[in-house]
C-alpha cells in the first residue's frame, strides 16, 4: 500500500444517491456483532442475514445459518456486551447513503446469558470464502469488517502483521472480483502500527478524522498500511431510539465501503485497481501535524 488517502462522511449528492438507487441499489456486505433488523431507518434495507461462528452458537444451534434472523440476538441481550456494535455500523452505512442495502453477517459469538465469545481468524477466513461464492447472489459491491485485534501483532519495527494464508487467499480473490475488504486500523493511539487484519496489506484499511477533518489522535497509523480515512465521529440513534455519538476507526470503514459500493454500482466496469486509482486521482490534499499529508475524496468527482 503506497497510498494514504483520507475520506470524508458527508452524505453522497443527491444525484450520486439518484443513480445508485431502485433495482441496481449498491449491495454492502457487513462482518460484525449482530443486527437489530427493527429499527425503523433499517427497513427495507437488509437484503440477507447470515452467521458464520467457530462455535455452535447460531441462532439455529449450529455454526452457520443464513436466513431471516441469522444475524440476530434477543432483544435483552443485543445491547449488552457491544453487541449493539453491528447495529451502528449497519445505521452508519444508510446514513451515508440511504440507498444502500446490506448484507449481515454475523461473526461474533455469544453464550445463552449473553457473554462475547472470541472470533478466530478461521471464522474471518470462512465468511470471506463464503463471501467470494456468494457476492452475485447478493450483488455485493464492497465488504466491510470493523472488528479488529491488536493481540495477534508483533512488536512494532518488525513484520508484525501475521498473514495467515487463508485469509489473505480470500482477499485476494475477492479483489480479484472487484470486491475490496475494508478494515479499521485501530483506535489505541498506535502510531507505528495498525490491527489485524487491516494490516494486511491486501485489505483497505481505514483510519479516522476528526469533524475538522483532521486525522484523529486515537486512529492507529502505520505509513505503509493505511490507505484511507474517513470521519470516525458522528450521532446515530441507538436501539433504544436516543442519540448515540459514536467515534472511532469502524464508523470510517463503514464510509469508506458505503462510497466504494456506490461508485461501483455507477462505474460498473472499472476493475479493483482502476477504481482504488479513480479515488486516490480524484480526491483533495489534507494534512495532519502527527503523519503529515494524505488524500482527502471527492465523492462528486469520483462519481463523475
Known sequence: ?????????SLLSPVAISQASGADAPVLAILD?????????LQGKIVGEVCILEWQLCPNGTNFQEGAGAASMPADLITKNGFDHGTFMAS???????????????????????L????????????????????AKYNV???????????????????????????????QQLNSMSIPVFSAVGNSRDYSRIDWPSCIPETISMGATMPTESI??????????????????????????????????????????????????IKTTLSYTEMYDL??????????????????IDLAKAIG
Do not use: H, M
Open 141 to 171: 459491491k464492497a465488504i466491510s469488517l470493523s472488528q479488529g485485534s491488536s493481540g495477534l501483532l508483533g512488536k512494532a519495527g518488525t513484520q508484525y502483521c501475521p498473514t495467515f494464508p487463508r485469509t489473505v487467499s480470500a482477499i
Open 279 to 296: 479515488i486516490s486521482k480524484t480526491s483533495k490534499v489534507t494534512s495532519s501535524s502527527r503523519v503529515g499529508s494524505g488524500k482527502l
Open 92 to 114: 452508519t452505512a444508510v446514513q451515508a447513503n440511504p440507498n444502500i442495502k446490506i448484507l449481515f453477517i454475523k461473526i461474533i459469538g455469544n453464550t445463552s446469558a449473553g
Open 33 to 41: 456483532t449482530a443486527i437489530d433488523t427493527s429499527l425503523p431507518n
Open 1 to 9: 500500500k503506497l497510498i494514504t488517502a483520507v475520506l470524508t462522511l
Open 216 to 265: 484523529a489522535f486515537y486512529s492507529n497509523y502505520d505509513s505503509k498500511l493505511v490507505d484511507f480515512y474517513a470521519r470516525g465521529t458522528t450521532v446515530l440513534y441507538g436501539l433504544d431510539g436516543k442519540k448515540t455519538n459514536f467515534a472511532g476507526s469502524s464508523a470510517s470503514v463503514l464510509v469508506g465501503a458505503t462510497s466504494w459500493a456506490t461508485i461501483k454500482s
Open 116 to 135: 462475547r465469545k472470541p472470533t478466530g481468524e478461521s471464522t474471518i477466513s470462512a465468511a470471506l470464502f463464503w463471501l467470494r461464492d456468494n457476492a
